[in-house]
């Protein structure tokens, strides 16, 4: 069985501008895909957490909805990549989703960046929000491609059926070298 771990980020700045709303309406739409479509999605298990100071796996309700935290405080970079790694050792072939604005500071962002370059795990980036800072997001994406919200669809497929790849679209070649910082 194939495992795909969503991770939404639950931070203050996630209370602007109904992102945490889109959130919750994109995690409801992964959780339903194994219903909808079980041919596709039935050998896939996915996991939802949510990632502030900690992070915490979210459990379905009887109806199979999902409810988030209330978004306050700072995503915990440091926990992320501490619980990131602990996935890797536990389950290798596990692969991780992560539903954020990219409201975080470059330092952080570097920081899982380079943990998530040697770390051997598929990772993808959902840009949440039209303020998402997606040079940031980049850095939370194996493949250094951030996905926008509207996307979700392909990039949850890329997420449970592809192999990574570590160069951008051919669309997006034309940052140059950004791409490969």
């Not at 409810?67 to 619980?83: C, D, H």
């Not at 990772?123 to 997001?137: F, K, N, T, V």
Request: net charge negative.
């Amino acid at each position: 069985m194939k495992s795909a771990l969503i991770v939404a980020d639950v931070s203050g700045s996630m209370a602007e501008m109904g992102k945490h709303l889109l959130m919750c309406q994109i995690m409801r739409f992964i959780s339903q895909l194994p219903a909808i479509n079980p041919e596709k999605y039935g050998n896939v298990e996915f996991k939802f957490f949510s990632w502030g100071e900690e992070i915490i796996e979210l459990t379905p309700c009887e109806d199979g909805d999902l409810f988030l935290p209330k978004p306050i405080g700072k995503g915990n970079v440091k926990r992320l990549v501490e619980w990131a790694s602990e996935i890797v050792v536990s389950n290798p072939s596990a692969r991780i989703m992560i539903l954020s604005d990219g409201a975080i500071s470059d330092i952080d962002a570097a920081v899982f960046g380079k943990w998530l370059a040697n770390a051997g795990i598929m990772a993808r980036s959902i840009a949440i929000g039209a303020d998402a800072d997606y040079e940031r997001l980049r850095k939370f994406s194996s493949n250094r491609v951030p996905y926008p919200a509207e996307e979700i669809h392909s990039a949850t497929d890329t997420i449970v059926f592809s192999a990574d790849n570590p160069d951008p679209p051919k669309c997006l070649q034309s940052f140059g070298d950004k791409w490969n910082e």
